[in-house]
């Protein structure tokens, strides 16, 4: 079974930090992504990689950025944190690029002060 | 882009009772097309999905409907059971070998004993 696993579930960090969010994936997934989850608006697509090194924007990526330096990891960043970036992270993995149902985390629940 | 939009936004039936969940979405160009359950506090998990070359998909309970032409697509569930009660995603593909999702808005279906 597809195992994603992400760093935190909960996070409480303050205005203007730098955090760090993190996701594995112990399946060999070429394709990883991070999703913000708001009441209301579903999950929007922040980033996503295809491959080692290689990054994507989603339809939300302003104040984030990613990286992803080895397959199995995918790390999310707010460079400098704000209030309305509260929210649920939730990260997601697919083996290529042949669709296929996407494996989420358990979710980090962030929340900037 | 893609745009997906989910109706109702919440849903509430007896125990017993069908329960119908609609999505329609904008680029004709979609080609997959799935539905995710999201328990409280749980990570959202694939329950059915359909590509565009079939119609419906029944899996025990669940079925899905899709109409290219109109661009939308139903979820149905028959006979609901209190475990039935969770948050429903729709979904939708916009690019073929992308695996980019773009999500509705959530239902939060509720069984009532």
């Known amino acids: 079974d597809v195992k994603v696993t992400q760093s935190s579930r909960y996070l409480v960090k303050r205005t203007g930090e730098k955090v760090f969010l993190e996701c594995v994936q112990d399946m060999d997934h070429e394709n990883m992504f991070w999703y913000r989850q708001d009441p209301g608006l579903g999950l929007r697509l922040i980033y996503f990689?295809?491959?080692?090194?290689?990054?994507e924007k989603g339809d939300i990526p302003e104040g984030y950025s990613v990286s992803r330096e080895k397959k199995e990891r995918f790390s999310l960043i707010l460079e400098s944190a704000s209030t309305n970036q509260t929210s649920m992270y939730l990260c997601a993995s697919t083996l290529d690029r042949i669709i296929q149902p996407q494996h989420f985390g358990d979710g980090t629940r962030l929340s900037i002060l | 882009g893609e745009n997906v939009e989910q109706h109702p936004s919440t849903l509430s039936v007896q125990e017993g009772d069908s329960a119908v969940i609609k999505c329609t979405y904008s680029d004709s160009a979609s080609n997959y097309f799935p539905w995710y359950k999201q328990e409280l506090g749980k990570r959202p998990q694939l329950i059915i999905d359909?590509?565009?070359?079939?119609g419906e998909k029944k899996d025990q309970r669940i079925a899905v409907t899709l109409n290219k032409t109109a661009k939308h697509f139903s979820l149905h569930i028959t006979e609901t059971q209190p475990e039935d009660s969770a948050v429903y995603f729709c979904?939708?593909?916009?690019?073929?070998?992308?695996?980019?999702?773009?999500f509705g808005q959530g239902t939060r279906l509720t069984i009532n004993p």
């Open positions: 990689s295809y491959d080692v090194k290689m990054k």
């Open positions: 359909i590509r565009s070359n079939v």
């Open positions: 979904a939708a593909s916009s690019l073929q070998g992308a695996q980019k999702l773009v």
